[in-house]
């Protein structure tokens, strides 16, 4: 497939240059546009005060490669009108409109992206995202880490060891072959998103099974102001107010399983 790879931790990630390398072994041509700097939290937002930069850049993937300094929805949105190359029309000898890639991957995210809470601000999600509202089959992938684990690589530049390598390579090898499986398989013009969470650590046995998003409140996350009126954000547990039984994905991957939730955004509302 030729596939359309961005994420919201950055050009500089490890998570997303390993997706890349795994995604490429699996035979997929691959564009990527990633943010210049690190995009969590920021949701589907498109950057709207202020013009937007690009530039193509190397980053040894050995594909067209470009940075983008806005959120992972303006990169995929700018990507796909202006970056990607554009389908040819053979009967009328000229350019289409088309899309030129095959489908979206956002990812891998640091951190798991489960629970309504996080789905709904998460910008790994809303790159991928902003595929489907293009028609497009997408896919977002995020890795599961300890709260110790997540701080440690904030602190370290972000370059998993050890362990984690280990598991971030096997993840990125199982996302590339469900990449595979799961988007020649989902119908264009479906407004549909593939939310998949590997947990830590991950096998290549690993089972995959089929979620929901679990009900979670998140309040209190920024802290009482300091003496100039500021308010930080904060990381909070939160609490998970699912029906008994329910299969969600927050269950799953602290189950060590890996979570697949079929994001219908059509299903949206009640009639």
Partial sequence: MKLLVTNDDGINSVFLHELVFALQAAGHELYVVAPVNEQSWTGASKTRGRPVKSAAVDRGFGCPTWIVDGTPSDCVNIAI??????????????????????????????????????????????????GALHGLP?????????????????????????????????????????????????????????????????RPDTAVQRTVPAHFFVPGLFTAADDQGRHQLIWTEGQDVSPPGLATDLKCVESGFISHTILDYRKLGHP
């Avoid at 300890?146 to 096997?170: F, R």
Wanted: proline share 6%.
């Fill in 81 to 130: 009108a202006h970056l990607l190359p554009k389908e040819v029309d053979e009967a009328r000898g000229k350019q289409s409109r088309g899309h030129g890639v095959d489908g979206v991957v956002s990812g891998i995210n640091v951190g798991f992206n489960c629970t309504l809470a996080f789905i709904i601000a998460s910008g790994t999600v809303a790159g991928a995202w902003e």
């Fill in 138 to 202: 997408a896919m977002a992938v995020s890795q599961d880490v300890s709260e110790e684990i997540y701080h440690h690589l904030k602190e370290h530049g972000g370059v998993p060891d050890g362990e984690l390598l280990d598991t971030l390579k096997i993840s990125a090898a199982r996302a590339a072959r469900l990449a595979g499986e799961i988007l020649p398989a989902t119908p264009p013009h479906s407004f549909t998103v593939h939310n998949l969470n590997f947990p830590h650590p991950c």
